[in-house]
């Protein structure tokens, strides 16, 4: 089995900043592409940002792009979000996920995380 557990969600007040780690437990993939998804409350989960493995590449969501950073480390095989000036549209469920190839589709990732809660107030 493979698992992937978040951390680093809470309560958080609107412009500060957020570090969210995601850490691989099990069989290592390590030329995976890892993602982020968030899902607020009502809400399809929708993509946020993603990163090659091996780190050549990465891509974001419109609303994240400029305040969000993906990144990784492959020793650990832990997975990183920084975002800063947060809103509180930025609540939701952030869940991280791995696929064989590199994708923004929520249907093409081979595994997920239970997901952690981030909560901005304004």
């Known amino acids: 089995q493979v698992q992937l557990a978040e951390s680093g969600g809470g309560l958080l007040h609107a412009w500060g900043s957020l570090r969210l780690s995601c850490a691989a437990a099990?069989?290592?993939?390590?030329?995976?592409?890892m993602d982020w998804f968030r899902q607020a409350p009502g809400k399809e989960r929708e993509f946020v940002a993603c990163?090659?493995?091996?780190?050549?590449?990465?891509g974001y969501t419109d609303s994240v792009k400029g305040r969000a950073t993906i990144s990784r480390d492959n020793a650990k095989n832990t997975l990183y979000l920084q975002m800063n000036s947060l809103k509180p549209e930025d609540t939701a469920v952030y869940y991280c996920?791995?696929?064989?190839?590199?994708?923004?589709?929520?249907?093409?990732?081979?595994?997920w995380g239970k997901g952690t809660l981030v909560t901005v107030s304004s």
């Open positions: 996920a791995a696929s064989s190839y590199y994708t923004t589709r929520a249907g093409a990732m081979n595994y």
């Open positions: 099990g069989r290592t993939f390590s030329s995976y592409t």
């Open positions: 990163i090659s493995w091996s780190g050549s590449s990465t």
